[in-house]
C-alpha cells in the first residue's frame, strides 16, 4: 500500500484553466503539506494541516485553494493557472506539528501551456 | 532563512567518499537530510537534534555542531545508488515551526 499517494501524476493544461490534486495518506499521521518544486530543483512550502486546520499559508497567491476534508486527504486547487505555476508539486505528511521525518508522495508534475 | 549548501555538485566513482555541507546564519535547533532521486519523491535520511550529534544511515552519516551552525553529510565508499539530490532542512519559528529546504547538492556515482 503506498503511504501518500497523490493524482494525477501529470496534469498538462492551458493557461486560465483550474484544476486540483488530490493526495491521501494512509499512516494514520496527524499533519499534511503541500511543498512545491520549481525547475531548479528548489523545494518550497506551501501550506500545511495538521487535523484538518490550516498552520501554515506561506504567502501562496490565493489562486491556490488547499482543503482538507479529513486528516487522511489534502487537495489542492488551484485557479486561472499561470505558467509559473509550471513545477512539480509535492504532498507530504508527518505524524506530528514539527515537520518530523516528512514522508512524501509521488509528485503531480504540472505543465502550464 | 533558506540553510546554504555546498558543494552545489559533487561527481564520484564508485567508493569514492563525500562530504556535503549545510549552514544557516540563524541558529540551529535541528538539521534534517533527504535524498531524492531522479524523477522521484524526497525520502528522509535522518533527522540530527542535539549539538555534536552524530546520526547513521547504511554508509551515510551527518555530524551537526550547533556553535557553527552547521551540519555535514558523510558519504563513505559511495554505491551507484547514492545518485541523487541530497536537501538539508532547518526549522524557522516564527509562530508554527516551518522546514525550509536548501537549494540541494547533486550528487552523481560513476562505475
Known amino acids: 500500500d503506498t503511504a501518500v499517494s497523490q493524482t494525477p501524476k501529470y496534469l498538462v493544461t492551458q493557461m486560465g484553466n483550474d484544476k486540483s490534486i488530490k493526495c491521501e495518506q494512509n499512516l494514520g499521521h496527524d499533519t499534511m503539506y503541500w511543498y512545491k518544486q520549481d525547475s531548479k530543483k528548489f523545494l518550497k512550502i506551501m501550506f500545511s494541516?495538521?487535523?484538518?486546520?490550516?498552520?501554515i499559508n506561506e504567502t501562496v497567491p490565493n489562486r491556490f485553494s488547499p482543503k482538507s476534508p479529513d486528516k487522511a486527504h489534502l487537495n489542492l486547487h488551484i485557479n486561472s493557472l499561470e505558467l509559473g505555476d509550471s513545477a512539480v508539486y509535492f504532498c507530504?505528511?508527518?505524524?506530528?506539528?514539527?515537520?518530523?521525518?516528512?514522508?512524501f508522495g509521488s509528485g503531480t508534475q504540472l505543465s502550464v501551456l | 532563512q533558506q540553510p546554504v549548501q555546498s558543494p552545489q555538485a559533487v561527481i564520484l566513482r564508485e567508493g569514492e567518499d563525500a562530504v556535503i555541507n549545510c549552514s544557516s546564519s540563524?541558529?540551529?535547533?535541528?538539521v534534517h537530510w533527504y535524498r531524492q532521486k531522479h524523477g522521484e519523491a524526497p525520502v528522509f535520511l535522518m533527522i540530527?537534534?542535539?549539538?555534536?550529534e552524530q546520526k547513521g544511515h547504511e554508509k551515510i552519516s551527518a555530524s551537526f555542531n550547533e556553535k557553527k551552525q552547521q551540519s555535514s553529510l558523510y558519504l563513505t565508499a559511495s554505491q551507484l545508488s547514492y545518485s541523487g539530490t541530497y536537501f538539508c532542512g532547518t526549522l524557522i519559528s516564527g509562530g508554527y515551526n516551518k522546514l525550509i529546504f536548501g537549494a540541494g547538492t547533486r550528487l552523481a556515482v560513476h562505475p
Open positions: 494541516y495538521n487535523n484538518k486546520e490550516l498552520i
Open positions: 507530504a505528511s508527518s505524524p506530528g506539528q514539527g515537520f518530523e521525518k516528512l514522508f
Open positions: 540563524k541558529a540551529l535547533y535541528s
Open positions: 540530527l537534534l542535539k549539538g555534536g
